[in-house]
């Protein structure tokens, strides 16, 4: 039997330790790095391969050749020999391939020929799951768009770009003109609605881009909304143009990647995921990324720098975005690395005992695919489920697309290729927030109250005092958080100042009572048992509270409602004031509110302990202090307290850790936005509302999941810390009062 | 000896001034829970009182209208002063009007019903200073209806299936009414008896039937046994639905049956609704009632709060569900804490040898009491649902498993129950602790004296008498699980449950179920229902039964422990 009784005692530890361990387990895998396994090899058929891509289930390659033929060669299950080229798709008859460009995002090849024209083909795979079987059937097909002839010359076209975005579609290539200059050429390309869906695709309007150009072309990319083009020249200067339905273009911006550098030049740029953040790279390895971004003052959108990343050993070999994350994969030589925009971390790095050709992320980011230079092709299964986490993408601020400037941010959802954002920061700031104004209301009260249970009121009363705080402690917070949300925010937050005032009343009323009463006679002071004050002082108080409140309306349309001519009548109110004057935000829902309902939830918690903690100093201290004639309030102050300081830290500690888990109050009373300030008039959202608010939201294990256990797992270090020091603080306490009796 | 007088007459202690200022600490705390406890009742209890229809008429020519009438029935639900900022700037001449009649800067707000008829939300602003009269007629009713919430207007007659037609002004009219209302409601009861009973309980088997051939036919290759068992199946399902037959045609004769007489009223303006009796669930005239007829309505409505199903996606009805998800949760949580925090407890007081370990128990106990309740939710997530729930289903489920249809492996009562146990151990814990420090040594020495083991003597003498403080714990284990909602928002509640997690089928006790819960619904429907306006006064009445749960719950531990504290005293020598 006693051993099962001490099974019983010890699980408790082991029970607190398992929460800890088992939350900590769960975020470890947040923090690891890709694990790539060793190459499963194939030999392809050689045929000079220019470029390849894979099917989402990876059962088919397809690859672009020399010759301009186009390839599809089922993979097989184990490695060996990959079968003969089953399905060939030779372009048309008399188009000489002079140049591609490989869209890994989309499946896409941009071709273009020696005498300027360009041709789309799109790749589609159907999956067939009829067989039943895990792996479906993959059936591939190609979609040709209309073939674009650009200019009139009919000189070599190279390096060309095709963009669909939703309202505009556009081609675009570099072409030499006839005097041995470059210049780019776009066109767009139509589509009209019929009743019966979109029509076929016609072209449009083109443009020819000589006369804004400032320099010797080298790439150019075109955004993913079709209406802007970003050119490269080869001395690394960039030039951002808009482009409209008209064809007519305009220079938006231009800048320099590689200022940093001097002497470099440029040899390649790509789009991550997205078509928000462009990768320049210069002829050394070195390459930083720039993404768009609306500047206010512009009021437009504009590339500004945003990420550098460690360079490469030489220069860049082969390029892949993933088409799931904002990871891109570079080669040079026989390096690779894997690295993700948002963080700048390296996912994945070596140096692979083959020449690299080229390199491609699989579709469903679970394996990275080499082609190297003797026609073998290696694929690397890869584990990362979690690229987008990490410690800088939790605590670092980071510059994220869209937003000018490096920020902590939290934002988890979104659409495939928005970038997620996971900072904690914003959530630790707003814990603190709501805890430090549920402090701030409920320490004083506390405080004040515990001094004068356990030291003035009368003890038959304390038997009927102490258990009222308890049920107060006792009150559900889901209850707090409606009565805070739906009752409270309204009322206090039309009355600020009222609310202000009132507060302040209740200890101007208290202090003018003790003032008033001190000074009457003692046959009069009698008249108030001791132990009694707070019932006395309750209606003076709540007078000159009252009074406080009504004066606080008086005080609003003094200080901050005014006549407006032009209106002809009275306008403003406080809350116009903070809004107008102060420039702050004003929610009803918000950190006043929230902290009139934490003190409901906190006030007991420090009561009790801190009445504790003081009831329990030996009584010799008092008597003594007493009898050598110390009045009560003296030897509360000078006695008890300093002797029960210890205690009431441990009551103000676990207070603040109450605060800090507290769950139904922010989530009801706060509109749980992230704020990242101590604006007394918005919300905040806390780490444990956080949690509240999205596990709905959370697949299991998948990094949202995981996050939000490093959410608690953060509450439960932060509580973890407070609870243990004010425990160990308590037990001091205890040791040494019982050495004094 | 020089006789100095020993104290001034008039000495006034030093500091009695800070005295008052600490007591208003006090005040404060004391009023800020009266205070919080009188609002919640006064708005919780005023749902349930019958309150006057108002007939309010307007000036012909301002501005304030309702759907073009210019008389509002309704409930009058305050009135409040406009403020110049909360004007819109078409209104802006109402402050103009106001230096004649402060009552134009002032409105009033009106529950005016009837939303089928208005489309619109349930509440009517109207200005003061436009208002002519505000009358209460007697004949005005209030409908309470199972759609489109209630009605209110004015009764013009009854119609009958067979043409027959009773007018308002018969003597006879509210009494013939009254009986057709419950003859509707009887008729009412017995479809949910069909309904949800006898034909929910056929539902409920060929769901789990249909699960076992969704499995079945997902199988690629399967067996000859698999085969028939799907055949099997099949013709059980064809039994199962033809049992059903019978059944729905009966409640459809019942349903026929309840529209056949209808409600003619007249609503704002002349417009006459007519109201089938079936969608009528109550009706009352709160004009002509007295204060007994109002008292007995008021706790009709309370009992009808109390016990009957919500309606409306929450928005109306009872809370019964909700109420019995609560009831149930804390049972099972109450059956595993006990053991748990008894046992520890007994171990630290009566076995454990003060030293490290010891510390270290009651740091742990203290850190657990002190981890934020959606820690353990989270915890409960990750480890009883994914990781225990998911082995349970791979042991005893597999065949759902296979089809992605999760029985343990996703939110349920049992798994709730378990998450708030290992919140509340730590306060059984402590009050075991306390009660078995207040059995006095005697009875133990004395037992011990007597030749009885150690074990004996914990379990014959100390522990019956440290039961009500183990209660004690126990109840204030309840309070604090009946009333935490954090956790439970990750671990298996819902806002509508489609079944309560005890029922008449087998196996009576369905752990895997997700439930309802008061602090929940409070949750929900305060935070989430289309109109948060109109359901407030229906969670001030959840938010009230659930505050007398706890309180009443404290107060008998509260009670229990000062009785064990006396005898504590009374025992000590």
């Known amino acids: 039997m006693t051993g099962l009784i001490m099974v019983g005692g010890v699980s408790i530890i082991v029970a607190v330790f398992f929460i800890f361990v088992f939350i900590a387990f769960k975020i470890m895998p947040l923090f690891r790095a890709a694990e790539v396994s060793e190459a499963q090899t194939f030999v392809v058929p050689d045929k000079g391969i220019l470029s390849f891509g894979v099917d989402e289930s990876r059962q088919m390659l397809y690859v672009l050749t020399e010759a301009g033929d186009l390839y599809f060669l089922p993979l097989a299950e184990e490695g060996g020999e990959v079968p003969a080229f089953t399905v060939d798709a030779g372009l048309a008859g008399d188009f000489e391939l002079h140049s591609f460009y490989h869209d890994l995002q989309r499946d896409r090849f941009v071709l273009t020929s020696n005498d300027g024209r360009v041709q789309v083909k799109e790749i589609r795979f159907t999956q067939d799951f009829s067989g039943g079987t895990a792996n479906p059937v993959v059936r591939p097909s190609i979609n040709l768009l209309p073939e674009v002839r650009l200019g009139t010359e009919n000189r070599p076209a190279f390096g060309a770009v095709y963009s669909a975005g939703d309202r505009q579609r556009l081609v675009a290539a570099l072409q030499e003109t006839g005097d041995g200059r470059t210049t780019v050429r776009a066109a767009i390309l139509t589509q009209r609605r019929t009743p019966f869906g979109p029509g076929p695709l016609q072209i449009g309007a083109q443009a020819d881009l000589l006369d804004l150009l400032s320099g010797e072309p080298k790439q150019i990319l075109a955004l993913g909304t079709g209406d802007g083009l970003v050119v490269a020249y080869t001395d690394g200067r960039i030039e951002f143009f808009s482009i409209n339905a008209q064809a007519e273009t305009r220079r938006v911006q231009g800048f320099d990647p590689f200022a940093e550098r001097t002497g470099a030049s440029f040899s390649r740029m790509e789009f991550i995921l997205g078509d928000q953040t462009i990768v320049f790279f210069d002829e050394t390895g070195y390459h930083v990324a720039w993404n768009l971004a609306f500047i206010p003052e512009e009021a437009r959108r504009l590339f500004i720098p945003s990420k550098t990343f460690d360079d490469l050993p030489g220069p860049l070999e082969s390029f892949a975005p993933s088409r799931r994350n904002k990871t891109f994969l570079v080669t040079s030589g026989n390096f690779a690395r894997l690295s993700l925009l948002t963080t700048m971390a390296t996912r994945w790095q070596a140096n692979l005992d083959f020449d690299i050709h080229q390199a491609i992320i699989a579709p469903r980011y679970d394996a990275l695919i080499f082609l190297d230079t003797r026609s073998r092709l290696h694929i690397k299964e890869m584990v990362d489920d979690h690229p987008i986490a990490g410690f800088t993408a939790f605590f670092a601020r980071i510059q994220y697309e869209g937003r000018p400037g490096r920020i902590w941010d939290w934002q988890s959802d979104g659409g495939a290729d928005f970038e997620r954002k996971l900072s904690m920061v914003p959530l630790m700031i707003g814990t603190l927030k709501g805890t430090v104004y549920a402090m701030f209301i409920a320490v004083p009260i506390a405080l004040l109250s515990a001094v004068y249970v356990s030291q003035f009121l009368r003890p038959s009363l304390k038997r009927v005092v102490k258990p009222t705080m308890e049920i107060m402690a006792s009150l559900p917070s889901v209850i707090l958080g409606f009565f805070a949300g739906m009752w409270l925010s309204p009322i206090i937050s039309n009355a600020v100042p009222s609310v202000m005032l009132a507060v302040i009343g209740i200890f101007v009323g208290a202090l003018i009572t003790g003032l008033v009463w001190t000074r009457l006679p003692k046959h009069i002071r009698l008249r108030v048992p001791t132990g009694w004050e707070f019932f006395f002082v309750l209606g003076p108080a709540l007078f000159v509270a009252f009074l406080g409140w009504q004066f606080g309306q008086v005080v609003e349309n003094w200080l901050f409602v005014q006549y407006d001519e032009s209106l002809g009548r009275d306008v403003g109110s406080f809350r116009m004031w903070v809004v107008q004057v102060l420039g702050w935000d004003f929610e009803t829902r918000n950190a006043l509110v929230v902290g009139f309902a934490m003190g409901f939830a906190v006030i007991p918690i420090i009561f009790t302990i801190s009445e504790d903690s003081m009831s329990n100093v030996p009584n010799a201290f008092r008597s003594g202090s007493l009898a050598l004639g110390a009045s009560r309030w003296q030897t509360a102050m000078r006695i008890v307290i300093p002797t029960a300081a210890a205690g009431i830290f441990s009551a103000l500690m676990i207070g603040f850790g109450r605060a800090i888990g507290e769950t139904m109050i922010m989530v009801m009373a706060t509109g749980n936005a992230v704020v990242q300030d101590f604006n007394p008039f918005t919300g905040m959202r806390t780490l444990s509302a956080n949690i509240a608010v999205e596990i709905s939201e959370a697949e299991q294990n998948g990094t949202l999941y995981r996050t939000l ?19 160990l603080l308590r037990q001091w306490l205890r040791k040494r009062y019982r050495a004094v009796e | 000896m020089s006789s100095t007088q020993p104290f001034e007459k008039n000495v006034r202690p030093a500091g009695e001034v800070w005295v008052w200022i600490t007591g208003v600490g006090l005040a404060i705390g004391l009023f800020m829970i009266c205070f919080l406890l009188a609002v919640i009742a006064w708005n919780g209890l005023n749902f349930f009182w019958p309150k006057p229809l108002a007939e309010i008429s307007l000036t012909e020519d301002g501005r304030s209208d309702f759907r073009g009438e210019r008389t ?232 009808e709060f109390l016990s009957e199903y919500p309606r409306e996606a929450n928005t109306e009805g009872g809370i019964f569900p909700a109420l019995f998800g609560t009831f149930v949760m804390t049972v099972l949580m109450s059956l595993a804490v006990t053991p748990f925090g008894v046992l520890a407890a007994v171990y630290l007081r009566e076995y454990a040898k003060q030293g490290p370990l010891v510390s270290a128990v009651r740091i742990s106990i203290n850190n657990l009491a002190g981890v934020p309740a959606i820690v353990f939710g989270v915890f409960g997530l990750g480890f009883f649902i994914h990781e225990v729930g998911a082995v349970i289903d791979q042991v005893f489920y597999p065949r759902m498993v296979a089809i992605n249809t999760p029985v343990f492996g996703t939110g349920g009562i049992l798994w709730a129950s378990l998450t708030l146990a290992l919140m509340t151990v730590p306060v059984v814990i402590v009050a075991t602790e306390e009660a078995l420090a207040a059995v006095s040594r005697g009875v133990r020495e004395g037992s011990l004296a007597c030749g009885a083991s150690k074990w004996q003597t914990i379990q014959r003498l100390v522990l019956p008498a440290a039961s009500p403080g183990i209660l004690t714990g126990l109840i204030l284990a309840m309070a604090r699980g009946a009333g935490e909602v954090a956790p439970l928002l990750l671990v298996g509640v819902m806002a509508l449950a489609p079944s309560l997690p005890i029922d008449s089928m087998f196996p009576f006790v369905h752990l895997d179920r997700k439930f309802m819960h008061l602090g929940f619904h409070i949750y929900i429907v305060a935070l989430h229902s289309p109109d948060t306006e109109a359901t407030k006064p229906l969670v001030f009445a959840s938010t009230l039964v659930l505050i007398l749960m706890v309180i009443v719950l404290n107060l008998a531990a509260i009670l229990i422990r000062n009785h064990l504290r006396r005898k504590l005293e009374s025992a000590a020598f």
Request: hydrophobic share 45%; charged share 30%.
């Open chain 1, 709 to 727: 256990f490093l959410c608690a797992f953060i509450l439960f270090v932060f509580t973890f810390t407070l609870n243990t020091f004010a425990e």
């Open chain 2, 72 to 303: 509002v029935p309704g409930v009058i639900i305050q009135r409040r002063t406009l403020t110049a900022e909360n004007l819109s700037p078409s209104d802006a001449d109402l402050l103009d009007l106001a230096r004649d009649n402060r009552d134009f800067m002032r409105e009033m707000m009106i529950f005016t019903g009837n939303r089928d008829l208005f489309a619109t939300n349930n509440f009517a602003f109207l200005n003061m200073g436009e208002i002519t009269s505000v009358e209460f007629p007697r004949e005005l009713i209030r409908i309470e209806r199972t759609e489109w919430g209630d009605a209110i207007g004015r009764p013009l007659e009854l119609r009958f299936a067979d043409g027959r037609v009773l007018g308002a002004d018969d003597p006879a009219f509210v009494s013939t009414l009254r009986d057709q209302v419950d003859e509707v409601r009887d008729r009412r009861r017995e479809i949910i008896r069909i309904e949800r009973r006898q034909m929910g309980r056929i539902n409920a088997l060929i769901n789990r039937e249909e699960l076992e051939i969704r499995y079945l036919r997902s199988l690629a290759e399967p067996s000859d046994a698999q085969r028939r068992e799907l055949e099997d199946r099949l013709v059980r399902v064809a039994e199962l639905r033809e049992e059903l037959g019978p059944l729905t045609a009966a409640s459809r004769i019942l349903r026929d049956q309840q529209n056949q007489v209808r409600l003619a009223f007249e609503v704002v303006g002349g417009h006459t609704q007519v109201q089938p009796l079936g969608d009528i669930i109550n009706f009352y005239f709160p004009n002509k009632m007295s204060l007994f007829q109002r008292i007995g309505w008021f706790f009709w409505k309370v009992w």
